[in-house]
């Protein structure tokens, strides 16, 4: 059974850093993309980085380039990202995800996508001054 749990969100002022953390089961890191969407109140999910097993390659969007990095712990079977110099429209929910497949979804202009609705409950984060 997949299961994701995130953690690790929080208030944090514009410029701040924060770092969260995605627990894995019933799966390894070398079966699966894998990465984290964010979604705001009222607005759709948006892909914000992806892991792809089959090319190697982590894959931002880029309104998060240069700010956020992914990284993966094979050994804890775990996945993060680091946000620095988090900005206030950084705001939203973030959720680990994957789709179960080795391949991230790249869609036309750049965005990212998780599709198949394997995520965890999310983690708030909150950027304000």
């Known amino acids: 059974q997949v299961q994701l749990v995130e953690s690790g969100g929080g208030l944090v002022q514009p410029g701040g850093s924060l770092r969260l953390s995605c627990a894995l089961s019933g799966f390894t890191l070398d079966d699966y993309a894998i990465g984290w969407f964010r979604q705001a109140p009222g607005k759709g999910r948006e892909g914000v980085a992806c892991?792809?097993?089959?090319?190697?390659?982590?894959y931002y969007i880029d309104s998060v380039k240069g700010r956020f990095t992914f990284s993966r712990d094979n050994a804890r079977n775990a996945v993060y990202l680091q946000m620095n110099d988090l900005k206030l429209e950084d705001t939203a929910s973030y959720f680990c995800?994957?789709?179960?497949?080795?391949?991230?979804?790249?869609?036309?202009?750049?965005?990212?996508?998780?599709?198949?609705?394997?995520w965890g409950q999310g983690t708030q984060v909150t950027v304000s001054s």
């Open positions: 892991f792809s097993v089959s090319e190697s390659a982590t």
């Open positions: 995800a994957t789709d179960r497949v080795p391949d991230c979804t790249i869609l036309p202009g750049g965005g990212l996508a998780f599709l198949r609705g394997y």
